[in-house]
């Protein structure tokens, strides 16, 4: 059995200032993503939409095989949250990345990159525990400790 590195890559993207007339229309932001998976071989099966009643903002979901594209969309805000992810090796991930930064006419994205499922060595699975408390608040809480100390009142 060979070692498995990873099961897939993950690509999350926040999209900044993007063409309000390409993000406002569902149908419009729909066509968009359909072409984009076909041109970077996402093999998609199919595009699922969402919104609340009376919002302006909605998701729409594309199943391909292996993975998906999700785009969160906030027109009033010129915003687009996206998740890529393919299990696939012949899926150009950056491609798709491109393409949505181009189609939806974003000035800045930011992109974090996740391998999926790497599991390393043992000691990279066992839980990390940190304590919560900053250094900073240790020593305000020290500090109030001391000031209880100092002020107490002496016995006669």
Known sequence: MSELKYAGKLIAIDMYNC???KISDSNVAEDLLREGCIKNNMQIKEIIGAREDDAEDYSLFA???????????????????????????????????????EA??????????????DF????????????????????????GKIKKVMLKPRSM
């Open 120 to 143: 390393g060595n043992s000691q990279d699975m066992k839980p990390n525990k940190r304590s919560a408390t900053t250094w900073m608040r240790r020593t305000q809480n020290l500090g």
């Open 63 to 101: 199943v391909c095989a292996l993975g998906h594209v999700t785009l969160h969309i906030y027109p009033e805000l010129g915003y687009i949250a996206a998740d890529i992810l393919s299990c696939k090796d012949d899926v150009d991930l950056m491609g798709m990345s491109k393409y949505l930064r």
């Open 19 to 21: 063409g309000t007339s």
């Open 104 to 117: 939806f006419l974003c000035d800045k994205i930011k992109t974090t990159i996740v391998d999926r499922g």
